[in-house]
């Protein structure tokens, strides 16, 4: 079936580096979103995206995130500086219309040292 | 604000046991609720979702009832097996637009053969 794909798996960066991880979504979705997962905790959304504009954001996306699509490549979510607490696995999810139930990829463990 | 809430963080079963996991919520207006399912190493998998009070939402031999009255989504499933181990995940998702899910702390269940 269809899936969404995450580059790369696992990512190691120094604190204060910026990163960004890649999301390869469903061709035909229309909707994109970020959830972040710490170690051991429940998955919390971070940012949902439509028509190149971000819709809603939690209070967990900060300041130095930022997510873009642009021309239709890959989903990107930019995390610039990186703190010890971005530490986590992101998931990209896609769906094609807002009634539908996201499809999540396999997620990018990111290690901020 | 919205929240779920799962009672059992782990659950172990003998194949061919029945399987019940609880969720609760909490919201304001009229949420969907949904069960997804993770496997090690993978991204969460959509299992089903259920929108009205009494709709009753299932797959893979799992199911689960909206009931607005005691706010509840509990997922069961008649008899387990080995491959049914994962960790479940309860959500509800507020649709303004687009799906914001708000994901409960999951249930981690193993099945021994």
């Known amino acids: 079936g269809p899936k969404v794909l995450q580059i790369p798996s696992h990512q190691i960066i120094d604190m204060g580096q910026m990163v960004t991880l890649n999301c390869d979504p469903v061709?035909?979705?229309?909707?994109f979103y970020w959830y972040k997962q710490i170690l051991g905790q429940q998955m919390e959304f971070l940012v949902n995206?439509?028509?190149?504009?971000?819709?809603?954001k939690s209070k967990l996306f900060k300041d130095q995130f930022s997510v873009e699509r642009p021309d239709g490549s890959y989903f990107t979510l930019k995390i610039q500086p990186t703190a010890l607490e971005d530490s986590a696995v992101y998931f990209c999810?896609?769906?094609?219309?807002?009634?539908?139930?996201?499809?999540f990829g396999e997620g990018t463990r990111l290690s901020v040292l | 604000g919205d929240s779920v809430t799962q009672t059992e963080g782990q659950v172990a079963l003998s194949e061919e046991d029945f399987l019940t996991i609880h969720c609760n919520y909490s919201?304001?207006?009229?949420?969907?609720l949904f069960w997804y399912v993770q496997y090690p190493g993978e991204g969460p998998q959509f299992l089903f979702r259920?929108?009205?009070?009494?709709e009753k939402g299932s797959s893979r031999g799992f199911e689960a009832t909206y009931d607005k009255g005691t706010t509840s989504f509990h997922l069961r499933k008649a008899s387990v097996q080995e491959s049914d181990s994962a960790v479940y995940y309860c959500?509800?998702?507020?649709?303004?637009?687009?799906?914001?899910?708000?994901f409960g702390s999951g249930t981690q269940l193993t099945v021994m053969p």
């Open positions: 959500a509800l998702g507020a649709s303004s637009g687009s799906w914001q899910l708000i």
């Open positions: 995206f439509y028509n190149g504009k971000v819709m809603e």
């Open positions: 259920a929108s009205r009070d009494k």
């Open positions: 999810a896609s769906s094609f219309g807002s009634n539908q139930a996201p499809l």
């Open positions: 061709s035909n979705h229309l909707y």
């Open positions: 919201a304001s207006g009229y949420p969907a």
